[in-house]
């Protein structure tokens, strides 16, 4: 509710602003983002720290999935970023953002699908 509400003045707030000065409503939108992100911190870092729990419980390695929550990261604040950047007009610099989170993805989990091949590699019958 409170992110619905926030949103919902920022945007009703921005269209007002938007007629008279529409640099401060690309600032009250970003400004608003923000607002929302760091509302919901508190919230990724409980279920982070719920993901990490539960993968110490099942003895699986925590580099694994430290490096899948990384990307899990990367792809939220890229989408974040490039949004924002839509919003004030730029989509081919929200085109790049969103490409840069690409291949950082791709880069984070080159490790991951290596350990998964040679395991896959190892249980074939030689």
Not at 105 to 116: D, N
């Amino acid at each position: 509710m409170q992110i619905a509400g926030t949103a919902l003045v920022a945007t009703f707030l921005g269209l007002v602003l938007k007629e008279q000065k529409p640099n401060f409503a690309i600032l009250l939108v970003v400004f608003s983002g923000c607002a929302i992100f760091l509302f919901l911190v508190d919230k990724v870092w409980m279920i982070i720290s719920m993901v990490k729990n539960l993968a110490a419980d099942a003895q699986v390695n925590l580099i694994y999935i430290e490096t899948i929550l990384k990307i899990i990261g990367i792809a939220y604040i890229a989408e974040f970023a490039s949004q924002i950047t839509k919003d004030a007009g730029q989509g081919a610099l929200a085109s790049k953002i969103e490409l840069g989170g690409k291949v950082l993805i791709l880069a984070m989990a080159v490790p991951i699908l290596t350990v998964l091949i040679e395991t896959i590699i190892n249980l074939i019958p030689g």
